[in-house]
């Protein structure tokens, strides 16, 4: 059964770092590009960055608004994707999930997401 | 960036009715569309990907159409877990963007 289970989540104050991670099991993490997605509270979904796979080299993709702020990695070792958030702003405040690429291009699963809070 | 406006952004409906949420892109996106569920506190679901193909899973009710620009999620006959808010998104092009939501509620 393919699980992500999203940690790392928490109060952070602006101009601070976090790190989440997202560990997976089910399936073989290399073979998938990984996404992460962030909801604001009380907002729509927005998409905020993509890992390819092993056979892309494992490179990276983000959106214009977290770009040059945030890294996305992976540990294939450890069944582990990860994103970096430097220099948070309070408008990073929202619950970021982590969610695998089938094959088909689309989202197919998706963790239960950590809460990011980015205030004073 | 493509645009996905989604309409409408709210609906009451009760149980049996038929429910359409369309979703227009900005520029043609061919079928690289997705629709997904969520309820509150949870992740969101797919519904369909593909503009129109259900997941193994998903209740034969809930349908997908359109192709290029405009898009059509029906569920035929509302049933009780069904209230939620329902996402389009589009996936042909970086960055991926997704509709502001549709929230069915009951009537």
């Known amino acids: 059964e393919v699980q992500l289970v999203e940690s790392g989540g928490g109060l952070v104050q602006p101009g601070g770092s976090l790190r989440l991670s997202c560990a997976a099991s089910?399936?073989?993490?290399?073979?998938?590009?990984m996404d992460w997605v962030r909801q604001a509270p009380g907002k729509g979904l927005e998409w905020v960055g993509r890992?390819?796979?092993?056979?892309?080299?494992?490179?990276?993709e983000y959106a214009a608004s977290v770009k040059g702020r945030f890294t996305i990695s992976r540990d294939d070792s450890k069944n582990s994707l990860y994103l970096q958030m430097n220099s948070l702003k309070t408008e990073d405040t929202a619950v970021y999930y982590c969610?695998?690429?089938?094959?088909?291009?689309?989202?197919?699963?998706w963790g239960q997401g950590t809460l990011v809070t980015v205030s004073t | 960036d493509i645009q996905m406006t989604q309409s409408p952004s709210s609906l009451s409906a009760s149980v049996g009715d038929r429910v359409t949420i369309t979703c227009r892109a900005s520029?043609?996106?061919?079928?690289?569309l997705a629709w997904f569920q969520q309820k509150p506190g949870k992740a969101p679901k797919s519904l369909i990907y593909?503009?129109?193909t259900l997941p193994y899973g998903v209740p034969s009710r809930f349908s997908g159409s359109g192709s290029g620009t405009d898009f059509t999620l029906t569920i035929s006959s509302l049933q009780p877990e069904d209230f939620a808010t329902y996402y389009c998104?589009?996936?042909?092009?970086?960055?991926?963007?997704f509709g502001g939501g549709t929230k069915v509620e009951i009537k």
């Open positions: 969610a695998r690429v089938a094959r088909t291009s689309d989202f197919d699963y």
């Open positions: 089910g399936f073989t993490l290399s073979d998938y590009y």
């Open positions: 890992s390819r796979n092993k056979a892309n080299s494992y490179t990276t």
């Open positions: 520029q043609g996106i061919r079928n690289d």
């Open positions: 593909a503009a129109s």
């Open positions: 998104q589009q996936y042909n092009s970086y960055p991926l963007t």
